[in-house]
């Protein structure tokens, strides 16, 4: 027996008005997870008059559909069969002629249009958007380095990532001291051009929120490297002080002081991304590109494991449609809906 169309129509509807829900749900969701990672940027937006927050926004829903495409059908199919099965339809319709191997081809069909979009949002469209909203966070953060010295009095840098615990580490080397606790940095200027910072104070601070170490510095020339993200201080006529008990820095006990002209390397500050774009943020045939080039083989396996990585979780809810169907389960009031895919 051929299935009616009316049937058919109402699977699809109904899987995909929950597949909707389930993938908006899920998108907002990471979408304000995103946003809470990069709230500097939103305030920076909304102090911004001609930048939208809303196209601002927009850019990482495609990166956050391509993973909630796939979790928000599987817990769409899931719902739609228990719903199925506890009232009683997927019986009704077996006592009508319709098999379960028929009831099930409108279901692998809707999986496949949806495994296209998924694979879309993760190997095209989400790259691709994700990779323009690393470029307005950048510069936006280039653009406000100088506007939050001026307004807040300080920059502050967390200590969580190499090249800031790189500088902070030098900044120690150069005093003579031990610093692997610093947990920030804050870098504060009196006066500030684009190529000259006046007055520049660096403080470290250690696990008490307290300085371990004050460096001052009358002027720095200021160069940015907008290739590799970095902000370089070139410091002149600094004064180092520095002390272990971090906690009576400011009560005149013993400290280590030096001094100097200048220094000998720059102090590098990570801003941004930089030019260069991330592996993770090609779109599918820039990266087969990467994959297929010779000249940097780790380059290229990493965009082979991408490719695989993202393909998989592009085809994945066509795979969980095959997962789920054949999978016997007592829902509702004891009624199994099991697919046998040998009934005809």
Same mark, same amino acid.
């Given at each position: 027996m051929k299935t009616p169309k009316i049937i058919i129509r109402h699977v699809i509807k109904e899987l995909f008005l929950y597949s909707l829900f389930a993938v908006f749900l899920i998108t907002f969701l990471l979408v304000m997870a995103n946003l809470l990672r990069h709230e500097d940027s939103v305030f920076w937006i909304l102090r911004k008059s001609n930048q939208s927050l809303l196209g601002f926004i927009l850019l990482l829903v495609p990166y956050a559909l391509s993973m909630a495409i796939p979790f928000g059908f599987a817990v769409a199919l899931s719902y739609s069969l228990g719903k199925w099965s506890s009232s009683r339809e997927i019986l009704a319709?077996?006592?009508?002629?319709?098999?379960?191997?028929? &009831?099930?081809?409108?279901?692998?069909?809707?999986?496949?249009?949806?495994?296209?979009?998924? &694979?879309?949002?993760? #190997?095209?469209?989400?790259?691709?958007?994700?990779?323009?909203?690393?470029? #307005? +966070?950048? *510069?936006?953060?280039?653009? @406000?380095?100088?506007?939050?010295?001026? +307004? *807040?009095?300080?920059?502050?840098?967390?200590? @969580? /990532?190499?090249? !800031?615990?790189?500088?902070? $580490?030098?900044?120690? !080397?150069?005093? /003579?001291?031990?610093?692997?606790?610093?947990?920030?940095?804050? $870098?504060?200027?009196?006066?500030? @051009?684009?190529?000259?910072?006046?007055? #520049?104070?660096?403080? &470290?601070?250690?696990e008490s929120d307290q300085p371990k170490l004050v460096l001052n510095a009358l002027e720095a020339r200021i160069h940015r490297d907008l290739e590799r993200g970095l902000l370089? #201080?070139?410091?002149?006529?600094?004064?180092?002080?520095?002390?272990? *008990?971090?906690?009576?820095?400011?009560? /005149?006990?013993?400290?280590?002081?030096?001094?100097?002209?200048?220094?000998?390397?720059?102090?590098?500050?990570k801003i941004g991304e930089g030019k260069r774009k991330n592996i993770k943020r $090609?779109?599918?045939?820039?990266?087969?590109?990467?994959?297929?080039?010779?000249?940097?083989?780790? +380059?290229?396996?990493q965009a082979r494991d991408i490719l695989g990585k993202n393909t998989a979780l592009g085809f994945s809810p066509l795979f969980i449609s095959f997962l789920i169907l054949p999978f016997p389960s007592n829902l509702g009031e004891g009624t199994p809906f099991t697919v046998w895919f040998l009934e005809f």
């Open positions: 319709l077996n006592s009508l002629g319709v098999g379960n191997v028929r &009831l099930s081809l409108p279901i692998i069909t809707f999986s496949l249009f949806i495994s296209v979009l998924s &694979l879309f949002s993760a #190997l095209q469209w989400g790259p691709i958007n994700r990779a323009y909203f690393d470029s #307005l +966070r950048d *510069d936006l953060a280039w653009e @406000n380095v100088s506007i939050i010295l001026e +307004r *807040d009095g300080e920059l502050t840098f967390n200590l @969580n /990532g190499a090249d !800031n615990e790189s500088t902070a $580490l030098s900044i120690f !080397n150069i005093a /003579g001291v031990d610093g692997f606790d610093a947990k920030k940095i804050t $870098l504060s200027v009196a006066k500030t @051009n684009h190529y000259l910072w006046k007055n #520049l104070r660096i403080s &470290l601070y250690g370089r #201080l070139y410091p002149q006529n600094v004064d180092i002080e520095s002390i272990d *008990d971090e906690e009576n820095f400011y009560f /005149g006990v013993d400290s280590t002081f030096v001094s100097f002209r200048k220094l000998s390397e720059p102090l590098e500050f $090609l779109g599918f045939f820039e990266l087969l590109d990467v994959a297929n080039e010779t000249a940097d083989p780790i +380059r290229s396996k």
